[in-house]
């Protein structure tokens, strides 16, 4: 079965400090895809990442950047300079590529900017 | 614009009755999906669809209904069977053609059981 770990529940910075979200999957497929999402407190779900499983190269977009590694099963993302817009809920999801295509996602971690 | 709409924003229901969850989408995507979250909990699967006409159970689609009677609708139906209904409920919808494989979701629905 498939499963999403974020195994930090909470994390507080101070405004401008780097941040990393770990995100740690499981899957017995070969090919798959993995995501990162944002809630901020309005609730609605952001999409910020689709990376697939053939494609280990890190990513960069602006203050974000996102490392894949298959080796770890792991797909971490960090927030560089963080800004206090960047409170939220992050999740890490993984989905396969069966019917429907369907998400399974992490627990998020709630991401708490202070200024 | 384009996007994906849910209402009412805030629902509150009697224990005992049923209630529908509205769900629309004018981004011309095939399938759609209905998740629930809980305080501290990730998103979970209720139901998905494919495509009009068709739809599947997920992992938790226990005291729910839903319906694909037109490509934009997706309406989730909390019946009185589902024990603990209170939830914050989210409806995603995605594109099924260009490779493209991610999920935009809606404003979502707090529900809250009186």
């Known amino acids: 079965a498939q499963k999403v770990t974020q195994a930090q529940t909470e994390i507080s910075v101070v405004e401008k400090e780097d941040v990393t979200l770990d995100c740690v999957y499981e899957?017995?497929?070969?090919?798959?895809?993995l995501f990162w999402y944002k809630q901020p407190p309005s609730g609605e779900l952001v999409f910020l990442i689709r990376?697939?499983?053939?494609?280990?190269q890190n990513e960069i977009s602006g203050r974000y950047s996102w490392n894949f590694q298959k080796s770890t099963s792991s797909f971490n993302f960090t927030i560089t300079a963080s800004q206090v817009v960047d409170s939220a809920v992050y999740f890490c999801?993984?989905?396969?590529?069966?019917?429907?295509?369907?998400?399974?996602f992490g627990a998020g971690t709630i991401l708490r900017v202070k200024s | 614009d384009g996007g994906i709409t849910q209402s009412p924003k805030y629902l509150f229901r009697k224990e005992g009755q049923n209630v529908t969850l509205s769900c629309e989408q004018n981004?011309?995507?095939?399938?759609m999906y209905w998740y629930r979250q809980d305080p501290g909990q990730g998103l979970r699967l209720i139901y998905y669809?494919?495509?009009?006409?068709?739809?599947q159970k997920g992992d938790i689609a226990e005291g729910y209904s839903v319906s694909r009677e037109k490509k934009e609708s997706f309406p989730l139906t909390v019946t009185s069977a589902q024990k603990n209904p209170t939830a914050f409920y989210l409806c995603?919808?995605?594109?099924?053609?260009?490779?493209?494989?991610?999920?935009?979701f809606g404003p979502g629905t707090r529900l809250t059981v009186l």
């Open positions: 995603a919808s995605r594109t099924t053609t260009g490779g493209v494989v991610e999920q935009f």
């Open positions: 899957t017995r497929d070969t090919t798959y895809y």
């Open positions: 990376r697939n499983s053939f494609d280990e």
């Open positions: 999801a993984l989905s396969d590529l069966t019917y429907g295509n369907k998400l399974v």
């Open positions: 981004l011309n995507h095939d399938a």
């Open positions: 669809s494919q495509i009009v006409n068709d739809f």
